[in-house]
C-alpha cells in the first residue's frame, strides 16, 4: 500500500473538513500519483471531496452499516477495504496494482503499518487545524528511508513546499 499525503510543517494535514492549502500543483501530481487505483478514504475525506475521482475506486471507510455514496464502495474495516481493493484491480481493465491509502487523520493511523510507501508533500506553515484538526502520524526514522524528491520555493501564490518519498526499510506484504 502507499500512502498519499501533504501535511504541514506541524503534521496537520487538514481542519477536518478541508484542507488548509491550495497546492495546485500537488494536485496534480496526486492525480498522477493514484489514477488507476483503488482509494481507501475515511468517510470525512469523502465528504470534503464531494465525489468520486475519476479513474479510480473510492473505498469510503465508516462505522455506519447504512452508508452510501455515489460512486463509492462502503468498507467496515481496513480488512474489507483492502479485499475491495485488489478485487478492484483483479477486474479493472488497465488498473495498476497500488492501493492508495488516501486519508484522512484516522485512515492514516489505521493503515500506515500496512504502507510500503510514502509520497510526501510538506507544507512549509505551521496552520492551526482547528478542534477538529486532522494530523499524518508521526514517522519513525528507524523505519522509514527518507528521500527528497524536489524542493519548490514560495511565490506570491503558494506556500514553500517539497516533495519527499519514504520506504519502509523491511517491506510488509499485504
Ligand atoms: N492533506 C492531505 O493529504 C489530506 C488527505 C486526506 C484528507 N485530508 C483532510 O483530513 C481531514 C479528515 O480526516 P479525519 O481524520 O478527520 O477523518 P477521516 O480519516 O477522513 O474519516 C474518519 C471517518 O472514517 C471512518 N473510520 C475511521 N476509522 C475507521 C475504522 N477503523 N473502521 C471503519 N470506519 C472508520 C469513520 O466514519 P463514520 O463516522 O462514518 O463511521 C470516521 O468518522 C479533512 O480535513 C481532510 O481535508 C487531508
Not at 510543517?9 to 481542519?15: K, Q
Given at each position: 500500500m502507499v500512502a498519499v499525503v501533504a501535511m504541514a510543517?506541524?503534521?496537520?494535514?487538514?481542519?477536518g473538513s478541508g484542507l488548509l492549502w491550495h497546492l495546485p500543483a500537488d494536485l496534480k501530481r496526486v492525480r498522477a500519483l493514484t489514477m488507476g487505483c483503488p482509494l481507501i478514504m475515511g468517510r470525512r475525506t469523502w465528504d470534503s471531496i464531494g465525489r468520486a475521482l475519476p479513474g479510480r475506486a473510492s473505498i469510503v471507510m465508516t462505522r455506519d452499516g447504512g452508508w452510501t455514496g455515489e460512486g463509492a464502495l462502503r468498507a467496515a474495516t481496513m480488512d474489507e477495504a483492502l479485499a475491495l481493493a485488489r478485487d478492484w484491480i483483479d477486474r479493472t481493465?488497465?488498473?495498476?496494482?497500488e492501493i492508495i491509502l488516501f486519508g484522512g487523520g484516522e485512515i492514516y493511523a489505521a493503515g500506515l503499518a500496512l504502507t510500503n510507501r510514502i509520497e510526501l508533500t510538506i507544507v512549509e506553515i505551521d496552520p492551526?487545524?482547528?478542534?477538529?484538526a486532522a494530523y499524518f502520524p508521526a514517522l519513525d526514522p528507524a523505519i522509514w528511508d527518507r528521500q527528497v524528491l524536489e524542493t519548490v520555493p514560495a511565490d506570491s501564490a503558494v506556500p514553500a513546499h517539497r516533495y519527499e518519498r519514504l520506504t519502509r526499510k523491511t517491506p510488509v506484504l499485504v
Open positions: 510543517r506541524n503534521r496537520v494535514i487538514g481542519d481493465e488497465g488498473a495498476r496494482p492551526d487545524g482547528g478542534p477538529a
